[in-house]
Structure formats: structure tokens, C-alpha cells
């Protein structure tokens, strides 16, 4: 399952399937990127983050990509299990900044 | 080791009640971030400490709400005169050092004003 084009909120993908999310960044001097998971009645958990030397890097199940071109950034998921049912939150931060800002999420609903 | 803790999980209160959040950091983290999730919208930045600098409260939303954090490592959000616009969750968060280091977050605060 995929969210392409406009930010959707809202992903349903099939148990076992790749899920990839999709955010598109508004600040052209960010250059560190990083993804939440967001559970239910939880704070934010890192996944995985991604700096702007970079184009792509890989963590347990989860590969990042990041095309500073188009300002755009993925998650991809493989394998997506249950567990993985969350809403998720890119986030974006500009060099000697702290604060990191947001996107809207999106709600990955894994189907069983 | 222990994360980020946050207390009260959660919170009521009535309309013009003043309310205190805690937050514990991760031990050894320097750097304290509070932040606002309203229902089903993402994450607002309130406030910044770093060690013993100035904070940064560019995000706060009114003079309503002020923190502080003692001796470097437990803050504490206050929110005076709440209003029903209040109602939020708020989180906290610590990282190692300033920029660009992972932000840890808390399980947050889920505030109801009435």
C-alpha cells in the first residue's frame, strides 16, 4: 500500500505487504529528516532518521528515502505486520535549529 | 534504561484552574523539548532547554503558560487559567545534546478542560 501524490492521511495495506508513506517537506534548508511512530495513547517513537548527505538508509524492516530535489521524503515498510497499525509522523529540522517540525501523519491501518 | 517519563497521564480540570506537568528527561540528556498534540494534528513546539542557556519559549501560545526545569533535568509546564482550547496532549522530549540529535519522547499528558 502506498499514499502517492497529496499527503492522504490515512493508509490501509494487507498484512504482509510493503507499505510506503509518503511526506513532502516545506523548509528547502532541512537537512535532517526523521520518522515517528505514533501508537495509540502513546508519545511519538523514533523509527529511523536520515541526514541530507544522504539519499537512503535502511533499519530493521523500514528503509527511509529522501529526494531533496522534490523535497520529498518516504517510509518504506516491509512485510508490514499488525503491530505496525500507528499513525506516522515525518519530521523536519534545519542545521543549528533544535526544533523539529511535524507533519499531519498518517494513519497506517494494516489489514489481517 | 528508562525513557522519557511524564506525569499526571492524565489530567481534567475546570475551565480557569491553573495545572502543573512534569516531565523527567532520560538521565544524562541536556536538552528538554515540551510540545502540544492536539486531537487527530500533529506535534506544535512550546518550549526549549538546553543546560543552563536561556530557553527558548518562542512557542508558547499565551503568557497562560510558562516552564521551568530544575537543576538541569526535571521540568515542569505550567498552564495558568486554563482554557477549554487547552485541552491537548503534551509531550516532552530529551536528546543528548542541541541540534540534530534523536528527540526521545514521554507517553504525554492528556489534558481535559471542562
Known amino acids: 500500500g502506498e499514499n502517492v501524490g497529496l499527503h492522504l492521511p490515512t493508509l490501509s495495506v494487507q498484512e504482509g505487504d510493503n507499505s510506503i508513506i509518503n511526506c513532502a517537506y516545506s523548509n528547502s534548508a532541512s537537512d535532517y529528516f526523521i520518522w515517528y511512530k505514533q501508537e495509540s495513547g502513546k508519545g511519538p517513537q523514533f523509527i529511523i532518521d536520515i541526514r541530507s548527505n544522504m539519499d537512503k538508509r535502511q533499519g530493521q524492516r523500514v528503509t527511509v528515502l529522501l529526494n531533496k530535489t522534490v523535497k520529498h521524503l518516504s517510509l518504506q515498510i516491509a512485510a508490514t505486520q499488525p503491530g505496525d497499525s500507528a499513525v506516522y509522523f515525518c519530521?523536519?529540522?534545519?542545521?543549528?535549529?533544535?526544533?523539529?517540525?511535524f507533519g499531519a501523519g498518517t494513519t497506517v491501518t494494516v489489514r489481517a | 534504561g528508562a525513557g522519557v517519563s511524564q506525569s499526571p497521564s492524565n489530567k481534567v480540570t475546570e475551565k480557569g484552574k491553573d495545572v502543573e506537568l512534569r516531565c523527567d528527561p532520560i538521565s544524562g540528556h541536556t536538552a528538554l523539548y515540551w510540545y502540544r498534540q492536539s486531537l487527530g494534528q500533529g506535534l506544535e513546539f512550546l518550549i526549549y532547554f538546553q543546560g543552563n542557556s536561556a530557553p527558548d519559549k518562542s512557542g508558547l501560545p499565551s503568557d497562560r503558560f510558562s516552564a521551568e526545569r530544575t537543576g538541569g533535568s526535571v521540568s515542569t509546564l505550567t498552564i495558568q487559567r486554563t482554557q477549554q482550547e487547552d485541552s491537548a496532549v503534551y509531550l516532552c522530549?530529551?536528546?543528548?545534546?542541541?541540534?540534530?540529535?534523536?528527540?526521545?519522547f514521554g507517553p504525554g499528558t492528556r489534558l481535559l478542560v471542562l
Open positions: 522530549a530529551s536528546s543528548l545534546g542541541a541540534t540534530q540529535e534523536t528527540q526521545y
Open positions: 519530521a523536519e529540522n534545519k542545521r543549528a535549529d533544535y526544533k523539529l517540525s
